[in-house]
């Protein structure tokens, strides 16, 4: 008798933990499924982009330019004219003219660099 009071327990325990469950709804997906079906977007006026949107105008076609119609006359006047000069005024000098001027800086450029000394 123990034996089918255990077998009927067993039993009991199977059934407790059977691979078939009941296929439980996932509620908020069923919530969420529903209101995107129920959703309906607004309508929107055919007219909604006035004042918004700006209507798109042609710039106006640049004009050709036109030469002078004495153009001798004004090439002439222009190589008639005498260019002006700049003053000519003291440059502020520099350290490298102070030391000897252009040609002591292209000699100190030309010299050859010291050659560092290897650590050992």
């Keep these: 008798?123990?034996?089918l009071r255990q077998a009927a327990r067993n039993v009991s325990r199977v059934r407790a933990f059977s691979s078939t469950t009941v296929a439980r709804k996932d509620l908020v997906q069923d919530i969420y499924l529903r209101e995107?079906?129920?959703?309906?977007?607004?309508?929107?006026?055919k007219d909604a982009?006035?004042?918004?949107?700006?209507?798109?105008?042609?710039?106006?076609?640049?004009?050709?330019?036109?030469?002078?119609?004495?153009?001798?006359?004004?090439?002439?006047?222009y190589d008639a004219t005498e260019p002006?000069?700049?003053?000519?005024?003291?440059?502020e000098s520099t350290s490298v003219e102070e030391a000897g001027g252009a040609d002591a800086f292209l000699t100190f450029l030309e010299a050859d660099l010291p050659k560092a000394e290897a650590h050992h």
Excluded: N
């Design 1 to 3: 008798m123990s034996f």
């Design 36 to 45: 995107i079906k129920a959703y309906k977007p607004a309508a929107v006026a």
């Design 84 to 91: 002006t000069k700049a003053p000519v005024g003291q440059a």
């Design 49 to 77: 982009h006035v004042g918004v949107v700006k209507s798109y105008s042609l710039p106006p076609t640049p004009k050709v330019p036109v030469l002078p119609t004495d153009l001798a006359s004004a090439l002439a006047d």
